[in-house]
């Protein structure tokens, strides 16, 4: 009986020595995103920090926020974040497990004899996985690849957010100067339908004339009255995406997008910067690790289990019988050789994803990076050309207004066609902005300084 309380007491101690549950590497977590965004991400869970990233978001929220102080609200406040560290805990979990021994067995049978002597036949054992004292090194390797490709697949999920956050901002940004502009156009129309109106009495224009003015007018109020709905929507929508409730939805953001920036955008081994950087691609490759991590513990034996343990037996006649026992299954029909074919094709099919995703990546940084430099053509061309061209014709006509050689809708016309092109500028200006933060997504989070250059 002391053997089955020495054998017990090792195999607690043996089941225990993992048993301790190291943190999460939300450290490094928050750095793979720093590095990429420059913007603090928390891990809220009931400490100060938690407090002093609350009070982060309600100091942002007292002014007219920058496009990067929306992405760190949204990076500290929104919930979608909470739930992505938590994946982060599922698979820190999943190490801790791995690292554990299996529990001993204990086993007890008791028989009641039909005759003489009576007494009871007792059995006691306690058993062990002795296998998997070997197999726990390899078991943890393999759960700490796959712990790796958690974070990745993390970081990689809080990059998209963030340029989710960069796209609605400048589409909302680029909306509020096109409301603007659409209102002072409504009060051009408006005043072309007065003019129009006191002309019809006095009997200088027809129906027809008078009709087409008046229809040009509610248009416009129309057309202002759509684009005042978009805004609304891309309120509540940046809104969301910041995690912003109650007292905390009358924020400002910066009211103009910001002018194209000096220099142009090199392009030199942005391919190779893109394919370094992307962490979707990173993840994939680990995928390849867990894949091939898994194939050598599948080639470790064929064998899954061997069974160690002591065993004594009380007979009927009080004679006690104790020693070691053995347990293992025969590998006769399945020797791993389905489960190793299959861990073999998803080897391949691991390799064939990697490459299809890096040549992806490739296409993708080319045509976006290409996209970009032609918007900023389009946008310079009219800054440069079509705009101050549009305000000369109304400069002139403005002139011949005043010398009685033109008419007053020419001259409104004029103006009218003004605001059109404005509207063109601020609607490639704000195209601009959303491919610069869809490059920097493309390019897995790497920053596009004012100087073009890539950080």
């Known amino acids: 009986m002391r053997i089955m309380i020495a054998a017990a007491i090792f195999c607690i101690f043996m089941t225990g020595c993992a048993s301790k549950a190291p943190q999460a590497d939300v450290a490094g977590l928050q750095t793979l995103i720093e590095a990429r965004t420059g913007k603090h991400v928390q891990w809220n869970q009931g400490a100060v920090l938690d407090h002093n990233a609350a009070q982060a978001v309600n100091k942002l929220l007292e002014h007219e926020m920058s496009v990067d102080e929306a992405v760190q609200v949204a990076l500290l406040n929104n919930p979608s974040i909470q739930s992505f560290f938590e994946e982060l805990g599922i698979a820190q979990a999943d190490v801790v497990q791995a690292g554990l021994f299996r529990n001993p067995v204990f086993s007890a049978k008791a028989r009641f004899p039909d005759g003489p002597p009576s007494s009871t036949n007792t059995e006691f054992s306690v058993t062990q996985d002795f296998l998997d004292v070997f197999l726990r090194p390899v078991r943890q390797k393999l759960a700490i690849a796959q712990y790796e490709q958690a974070k990745l697949?993390?970081?990689?999920?809080?990059?998209?957010?963030?340029?989710?956050?960069?796209?609605?901002?400048?589409?909302?940004?680029?909306?509020?100067?096109?409301?603007?502009?659409r209102q002072m156009q409504v009060e051009v129309s408006q005043a072309a339908a007065e003019m129009a109106g006191r002309q019809y009495i006095a009997g200088n224009i027809n129906d027809l004339d008078l009709a087409n003015e008046q229809a040009a007018f509610h248009q416009s109020r129309l057309e202002l009255a759509q684009d005042q709905i978009q805004i609304e929507q891309l309120r509540a929508e940046l809104t969301s995406l910041m995690g912003l409730w109650g007292q905390q939805i009358n924020w400002k953001i910066m009211p103009d997008l910001a002018q194209l920036p000096s220099q142009e955008l090199s392009t030199e081994d942005i391919e190779k910067i893109a394919v370094a950087n992307r962490l979707d691609l990173a993840a994939a490759k680990q995928q390849m690790q867990i894949v091939s991590d898994a194939l050598n513990l599948a080639h470790k034996g064929i064998i899954s289990e061997v069974q160690l343990g002591i065993d004594t037996e009380r007979d009927t006649d009080g004679t006690n019988v104790t020693g070691p026992s053995i347990e293992l299954p025969l590998p006769i029909f399945d020797r791993r050789q389905a489960q190793i074919q299959k861990l073999e094709a998803q080897m391949k099919q691991s390799r064939h994803i990697v490459d299809s995703l890096a040549i992806g990546i490739r296409s993708e940084v080319r045509a976006t990076a290409g996209n970009l430099a032609a918007k900023r053509q389009i946008v310079q061309y009219y800054f440069r050309h079509v705009i101050p061209l549009r305000a000369q014709i109304v400069a002139l006509t403005l002139e011949q207004y005043n010398a009685m050689i033109t008419g007053v809708y020419d001259l409104l016309t004029a103006k009218q066609m003004e605001f059109a092109a404005k509207k063109n500028y601020l609607e490639a200006l704000r195209d601009y902005w959303i491919l610069r933060s869809q490059l920097e997504r493309t390019l897995g989070g790497a920053r596009l300084v004012t100087n073009g250059a890539i950080k």
Do not use: K, P, T
């Open 153 to 181: 697949q993390v970081a990689n999920r809080v990059l998209d957010l963030s340029n989710q956050v960069q796209q609605v901002y400048y589409r909302l940004q680029g909306q509020m100067q096109i409301v603007r502009m």
